[in-house]
């Protein structure tokens, strides 16, 4: 604003100055003062003053001030017009006690609204419209959050005293809905004090244009009561460079030298640097300009430190009045980088590749800008806000936090502090508190790197369905505030899961997008198991622990059954694995006696996982297998189990992947009740032993739960399904359904095939699809991508008359209660009762409408049943069934009725 600083109310004489780089620059060295041009308001004011009939000539030292700040073209002629109308009332002999001279500023900060505000009240003062040039400041925060009664005293004693100018800052904040009540009934008090005070109370409301419409809303006759409206433009690249000239001349006394001038391309860098963030709000003006040169002397301060330290060899004083080139912009950035730590430390990191590419190309442009800049071309757009997306534990944060040491290395930054926050930091619990909480972050944190961990929880919503307004007020501040453009001096990291920050911006402010690069975001991988395992040895090597060949093996399978899992942590896991391997060391040394006890830290298998040796035993395998389907399920289906199990030990003995000779995507087919939900549900145990997962949790749904029923329903209706079997075994049953269900079945198919396809999520569920033969026959037929992922098919054929015979006595054993005598007919595979209900199950087994164990154990019932009606009930542990009792008639198309009881 002025020569100096904002509140300096004399200044220093200046004018308006061509922009730098639009022509060249006054030629100027140290000691001199660049020559000025007049702006029209200063030269109308000099005509008055030099009028060539003396009796018409005017003079008001305050404009004479006023006319000395940069720029403030509106402002100066606003004071000049006021004098003229005040002027020519005199003349009229007009009375000016009915003429109001409250005023709106409207401005960013730097702008010398403050000072200007003094200077009003002595000018008012001097024409005599007011009977006292005293002005009281308060910010509108401050009156709104006192008692209305604070505000009616303090205006009492300035009328007392002979009255002034009420300067109110942030005028806005009295209507805001979180100040409440007392800032209106503040706001009022002042609107009444002002129109029954006119001659001795003038009044300045400041902020900004979009700000203040609820302020004029509050009152529709405030805009009567307030005439005048004075606009302060943010200042051009000639202003401020004439504002960074005059700093430096008096802050050194006109001793201090710049590379290539005063005037000279360094110096018209570092302006233009400045103004790219100008006409947004809260671009800085005279007070970034202070910081620039604030920036600048760091510069040349560190510069003159290693100069000093060199010097001693060399024996070579340093100037130290000069800024050099590399004080004026920073150093070339392929050198800073170079002796970066943090970009050393960056680059050491596990993994990241993607990450670090990104960063790469990053500097790649910021040193392209550099050799055009020098150029006087215009840089390239390169935004400082980032999107970085991925999995926990992938190092977001900690590479969120060398991002901002960079950034401050390369003068990017002036703090390069990282500043973490949660949505929940951001969103208010009533009208308008989000926005002032928001503003408030974001100005706190200027030069420093904010970081919102899990942004997508500020997503307000579909735009077109009920959205939440406290979110979407956080979105709109931050559009407002955030400019995204170099030389802001802030950055601002998004952090969270790619799809939901991804559909976040899809709706909110389309503004967001054009400030945060969402299309190219840093996307943060989970850890692979060799860089897993480089992890894990890190953190032994700093920890003095030790791992046996057998516990690294242990580990490692660990990993592979976490990384099923949709909450896998990454490098949170290795420290979870760890930590659980300590305690479990120490207690497992605890047990030995004191000589006995081992200090060397050689972690064991068991000290990681208590059954670290599950699936490495193919024989218990099996007989689980067996043991727990046998009966419920053809046989050829147990053995198809118990053959993915020998494929996935065999493959481990071998030292092969054995996640990539074991399927995770099924199709199930057959007749009814031949077990295919049974042995769905037994799949999340069988991968369990395998260790292909870390739960043997099975989720079970139908077609139907993943099909929409109106526009846009489906898909995130599929997504939300799939996502709750990730880490588990996802069975769909009715799976045709897909394939002739509702129009908007297409759709889930296309929603599981993305899904499946995504290389985050290959190997980290099983999924089966179950239906009837024919039906999978049209499914896969018709969705081709569907079978591609599908290709490997377990056939339910009808179960044989002998598991049938099994099941039956099963189920009326365990299901109801009752002992079967161990010499029982249908326990003796020769016996002719035993050959009959074989032969009767089969000829079922070929009727329309057979459903195999469902109809078994239906068939147990009605036996069950008919037993209670008989006159020998007794004790069901002292019961015994006979064979003859019952038969079974193959004339019949439905088992319910395939009961009839014969004499024996």
Known sequence: MSSSTENDSEGKSSSELTTPGSSTPPSTSAESTPPATVSGSGKEWKRRKHHHDRRRRESNEFIDKLMRYEGLEEVKQQFIDIKSKVDIAKKQKKRMKHERFNVIFQGNPGTGKTTIARLYAKFLHSVGVLKSSEVKELSGTEIGMSDPTEIKTKIEDMLEDGGGVLFVDEAYQLTAPYVGGSGKQALDIILTRMENNIGKLAVIFVGYKDEMESFYEHNPGLASRIPYTMRFADFSDGQLWKILYDNIHSLYKGKMKVEDGLNGLYMRIAIRRLAQSRGGRGFGNARAVQNLLARISQRQAQRITRELKDGKKKKKKPDYFLFTKEDMIGPEPDQAVEQSEAWSELQSLVGLEVVKESAKSMMRMIQLNYRRELKELSPLSIPLNQVFVGAPGTGKTTVAKLYGRILADLGLLSRGDVVLKNPSDFVGQCLGESENKTKQILEANVGKVLVIDEAYMLDPGDPSKSRDSFKNDVIDTIVAIVQG?????????????????????RNVNPGLARRFPIQNPFRFSNFSMAQLELILHKKLRE??????????????????????RPDFTNAGEVDGALAAAKKNYEIRQSKQSPQDQ?????????????????GTSASTAVENCLLSLRGLVHESIIQKLVDYQSRCLNAKKQGFDPRKVVPTNFVFKGYPGTGKTTAAQHMGKIFYEMGFLSTTEVVECTATDLIGQYIGQTAPKARRQLEQGLGKVLVIDDAPRLAHGTHFAPEAVDELVHFLSRPNHAGRIVVILAGDTDGMHLLMSKKLALSALFPEEVVFDNLPSEDCIALLLREIEHGFGL?????????????????????????????????????VKQLAKQVFGKYLEGPSFSSVSRCALRSTSYSLSPHQTAPRESISQQPE
């Open 819 to 855: 002992a079967i005598a161990e010499d029982h007919p249908l326990r003796d595979m020769t016996s002719e009762s035993y050959l009959g209900a074989g032969k009767l199950f089969g000829l079922l087994g070929e009727t329309t409408g057979w459903s195999n164990a469902r109809d």
């Open 485 to 505: 453009v170099p030389g802001e001096d802030r950055c601002i990291i998004l952090v969270g899961y790619e799809d939901k920050i991804t559909n976040m911006f």
């Open 543 to 564: 920890q003095d622990l030790q791992v046996s060949p057998a516990a690294l093996e242990t580990v490692r399978a660990m990993f592979e059954r976490g990384l099923m």
């Open 598 to 614: 081992a200090i060397d830290g050689l972690l064991e298998p068991e000290d990681f996982d208590k059954d670290f040796d599950r």
